[in-house]
Every structure is written in C-alpha cells, then in structure tokens.
C-alpha cells in the first residue's frame, strides 16, 4: 500500500473459533475467544479501512464501523469470505478453524446407549486461508496466523509455503499469558526473508504492529 493509512482499503478478517456440530446439543470447537481478531478489526477500521468481519461464535460486540458476518462451521466461513473478495485489498485469517468436522451431523440428540458416541469419524475442512491465498480473486495480501506450542519460526515458515500466503504472524497457544483467551498477545511477523518479533502487549498493539507490516509488505518478489 502506497498510503501509511489503511483508507480507501478493505480488510476481510477472520475472527473466532469455528463449531462441527456433531448433533443438535453437541460440536468441536477450541478455545478462542475472537479477542485478537476482533483487535484488528477494531484497529483497522480505526486506520480507515472499510472491514468486513466473520466471525464464528464468540460474545465480543461489534467493533464500532465494522461490518459483521456471523457464521458457526468452517463451511460457512469459507463461503462467507469467498463471497467478500469482491474488491478485497487483504484477507487475514486470525480464526481457529476447526481441522475437522464429523462426516455426519445428526438431525436428532444422539442418545447415550442407543447411538455410539465413542467414536466419531471426521471429514477433513477446507483450508480457508489457502484457498483465498489461491482464488481467482485474490487479494494482494493474504496473512495466515500460525497458532503453536513449540518452534514457532520454523512452522510459520512451514505455513508460509504450505498456504501460499504474503506473511505468518505465529503465536505460542501452550502459554496462559497470552494467545487464546488473554487479553494480550506476543507474536512473531513472518516472511519469506525477515521475521520479526512484537510483543507481549494488549492485543490491540498487536493488533497495529501487525497492520503496520501489512502496510509494508513487499509481495513484489
Ligand atoms: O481468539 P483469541 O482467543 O484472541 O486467540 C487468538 C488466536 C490464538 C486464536 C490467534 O492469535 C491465532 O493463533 N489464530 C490462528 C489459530 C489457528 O487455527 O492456527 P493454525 O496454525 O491451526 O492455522 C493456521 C492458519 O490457517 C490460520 O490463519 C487459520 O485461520 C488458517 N486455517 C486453518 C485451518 C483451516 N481449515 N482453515 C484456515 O483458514
């Protein structure tokens, strides 16, 4: 971006976990809460950008002049951000996305002694991030997050590759300070040639650390 402010820019974030319903009464999910998400939400329309938000389950209000979609299962949020790429200027995936979703959704509570409840056979869920990062309608920058418990750089290099994306921003999940849940977060901004630390800090200076990369951000090589 030429502008050090994000006006005249649309963000497309991901935000939340994702919930596999196994029936009726019960899902898969993890334990994010949509905080970081919904920081660089909050920062990005702040910096002028015009923000669309999909968000899985989560009990965050809506940051003040973003526009909101609701959404539960990985299915949904991949068809909700592949129908926002219309004149995307940058997609960042900062939601948990459930790996797996079980192959079949019961219609009716599973009952105890009746059905077997032991085991679950899962169906794989699309890589949302991936496919925006290789969509006919790509937006010329696609940020991946990478949530880990051990050797970040590697893995969010790993990522990078794997996913096709502009630049990983990796997070340890195995720490209570920060990552899901907390109110703050320290990171890891990952590209194909620098990688650079930021953090621990509210969420919210995340949040603009990570939007301040996204500016800078060279995808010309
Ligand atoms: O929500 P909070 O409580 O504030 O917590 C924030 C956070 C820890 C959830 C966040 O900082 C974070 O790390 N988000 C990424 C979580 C994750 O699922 O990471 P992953 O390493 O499993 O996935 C890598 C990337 O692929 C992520 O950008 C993810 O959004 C994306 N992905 C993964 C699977 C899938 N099927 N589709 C995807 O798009």
């Known amino acids: 971006f030429q502008t050090p ?4 820019k649309h963000l497309v974030i991901t935000a939340g976990p994702t919930r596999e319903a196994i029936d009726p009464v019960r899902y898969l999910s993890n334990h994010s809460s949509g905080k970081m998400g919904f920081a660089l939400a909050e920062q990005a329309a702040r910096m002028g950008a015009s923000v669309t938000l999909i968000s ?9 002049g973003v526009t909101r979609i609701d959404v539960t299962s990985a299915q949904q949020m ?5 129908q926002s790429l219309t004149r995307c200027d940058a ?11 079980p ?10 002694g009746e059905a077997d409840l032991s085991r679950i056979e899962l169906t794989e869920n699309p890589d949302i991030v991936a496919t925006i990062a290789r969509h ?9 997050f990478a949530a880990e418990t051990q050797d970040l750089e590697a893995y969010a290099q790993r990522k990078l590759d794997k996913k096709q994306v502009d630049a990983v921003v990796a997070n340890d999940v195995s ?22 630390p930021f953090g621990p800090d509210t969420k919210s200076a995340v949040a603009t650390f990570i939007l301040e990369q ?8």
């Open 5 to 8: 402010q994000l006006k005249g």
């Open 56 to 64: 899985g389950p989560v009990t965050l209000p809506t940051p003040a």
């Open 78 to 82: 991949l068809q909700a951000a592949e």
């Open 91 to 101: 997609f960042i995936a900062t939601a948990a996305v459930a790996d797996y979703r």
């Open 103 to 112: 192959s079949e959704s019961a219609a009716q509570k599973l009952k105890k």
């Open 136 to 144: 006919s309608m790509r937006p010329s920058r696609v940020i991946a």
């Open 175 to 196: 720490r209570t300070d920060i990552g899901f849940g907390s109110d703050q977060n320290e990171v890891l901004w990952v590209t194909r040639d620098q990688s650079q």
């Open 214 to 221: 996204l500016m800078t951000l060279d995808t010309s090589a």
